[in-house]
């Protein structure tokens, strides 16, 4: 196996499909930004009330750069309704770039499965992560994702659908727009993609001897001419083959209840055999139902039995059924023309509570999505610093580590009159940089001299850390396992701020 530098970042692809940090509410740091800043308004304002209706109108604008997935998107907009009321009545918009045009529609395909209201919330948690962590899905899946790939073209080329309205592609050029419909197509079930065969290709260019690598046995590579042809573009299997995608939903999750605790319960504890009860797909299904329960009902989900993580789904699914919970007899009684008017009037009743639930449900998720806003970026970052449409934007930034060398101080004058990611932020905006905690490629000292590195660029622009490692340029295992959703958080604060 090859342990170069250059075969290590291989070996987490080049078009990432996930990222290397769990999901958490990007916004939940913002809450003393949005004080000072309503105090700042108040004190401007003649009355307190003007002030909140101010406050209120100014959009949230957050840059995720190069996430890999929603993970981020679907927890900011499931808690959103616990945020303080200063900031819960504020439009969200959240900006989300890409490099691969690839992750970019994958990411709009999760997001319209994860609304997608006509399927069973568990049905629909269940397909989701399917989608999302598997390279290979049942064909009753493909046809569903052929199905939303057709409502996906329609809604790029005429703007209409379920994510007409939240979704605007704006900012992407028209090539783009074709470049998503190509991709869109691709996911057709007649077009042929053997995916076991581009997986083995990585793997033994990665592997090599260790994965029954073979030399050529004669020179014919030195003596074969190449003739030219026009370029042919290549598909092929270029995300991670080394890090699980559950890391962005099956490490953490909120701990309201001791039942979710049993999530991460160890049995045999010092015995050398130790194991844990629950894997992290079933921890990736309690994150992924919670999401979608609180985006449906406005609630946070609990669970009501201890190791059963559908148990706090209660009637709200039972309800998606025409017919609801209600156990249908094997055998029926034929008592003329008044029984089948009592089943009759029995299934209309069930029927009516089927819509009244479903009409219910649709109202809260348009209601938990009023104000947001979801923008699609792709091309190159380092353009997108220098536009001035983004100029002075953003209240939050999200890097992953895929993006994280635009930190990268350049010793090239003419790199170093460029515009840097301090362009497109606002004063006092908040910074999460992906950090190497779920980097498994890198050995223990990579990882505390990638957290180093990332420290010490960031110091160029103007970015304050907001954690501590104890004065210590190098941080230890034990410092790296405090580092909270595996993201280094910092703050941005170039101008004087009139904060009180």
């Known amino acids: 196996m090859s342990r170069t530098n250059n075969a290590l970042m291989m070996s987490m692809g080049t078009v990432n499909m996930w990222g290397f940090s769990p999901a958490y509410d990007v916004c939940s740091g913002l809450s003393e930004w949005s004080k000072s800043e309503s105090s700042t308004d108040a004190s401007v304002s003649t009355r307190a009330d003007d002030s909140e209706q101010k406050v209120s109108t100014q959009p949230i604008n957050v840059l995720l750069a190069g996430p890999g997935d929603v993970r981020h998107v679907l927890a900011t907009i499931a808690r959103r309704r616990r945020w303080e009321p200063a900031m819960k009545h504020r439009p969200v918009h959240i900006y989300i770039f890409e490099k691969a045009i690839e992750t970019l529609s994958r990411d709009l395909l999760l997001i319209q499965v994860a609304l997608d209201a006509h399927l069973p919330l568990r049905q629909r948690c269940n397909l989701f992560l399917e989608i999302f962590g598997n390279s290979r899905v049942q064909e009753r899946t493909s046809a569903y994702i052929e199905e939303q790939a057709k409502l996906l073209i329609d809604f790029v080329y005429n703007d209409r659908g379920s994510l007409a309205g939240l979704v605007d592609l704006s900012h992407l050029k028209m090539r783009t727009h074709d470049d998503l419909i190509d991709l869109f197509r691709s996911w057709f079930q007649n077009v042929k993609l053997d995916v076991d065969i581009l997986r083995d290709h990585r793997l033994r260019h990665y592997y090599e001897v260790r994965y029954d690598y073979r030399d050529n046995l004669i020179d014919w590579d030195y003596t074969a001419k190449k003739k030219h042809h026009g370029s042919v573009l290549c598909r092929g299997l270029w995300t991670d083959i080394i890090v699980s995608p559950y890391i962005s939903f099956g490490v953490h999750c909120e701990k309201p209840s001791r039942f979710v605790e049993q999530l991460f319960e160890i049995h045999n504890k010092g015995t050398g055999v130790e194991q844990n009860r629950h894997n992290t797909g079933e921890v990736a299904v309690f ?28 009637d709200t699914d039972a309800d998606n059924g025409p017919l609801g919970d209600k156990p249908v007899p094997r055998f029926e009684e034929l008592d003329g023309d008044a029984n089948q008017s009592k089943q009759t009037e029995e299934y209309v009743e069930n029927l009516h509570k089927h819509q009244v639930a479903t009409q219910r449900c649709a109202e809260t998720i348009k209601e938990t999505l009023q104000g947001v806003k979801i923008v699609p970026l792709t091309g190159n970052i380092e353009d997108l610093f220098s536009k001035k449409r983004y100029t002075g934007l953003f209240d939050y930034a999200f890097i992953s580590s895929q993006q994280c060398h635009t930190l990268q101080p350049s010793e090239d004058v003419e790199q170093q009159a460029r515009a840097t990611i301090t362009n497109i932020l606002k004063d006092g905006a908040v ?17 505390a001299l990638y957290v180093a590195k990332l420290q010490e660029w960031t110091a160029h622009h103007s970015l304050k850390p907001t954690f501590n490692f104890e004065g210590k340029n190098e941080p230890s295992n034990e410092d790296m396992t405090k580092i909270k959703n595996a993201v280094l958080r910092f703050s941005y604060g170039a101008k004087k701020t009139n904060a009180i």
């Open 287 to 314: 994150n992924v139902l919670s999401y979608l329960y609180e985006i449906e009902t406005g609630k946070m989900y609990q669970m009501g039995k201890e190791h059963d993580i559908f148990s706090g789904i209660g």
């Open 431 to 447: 910074v999460d940089v992906e950090s190497s905690v779920f980097m498994l490629p890198l050995n223990e000292e990579q990882r």
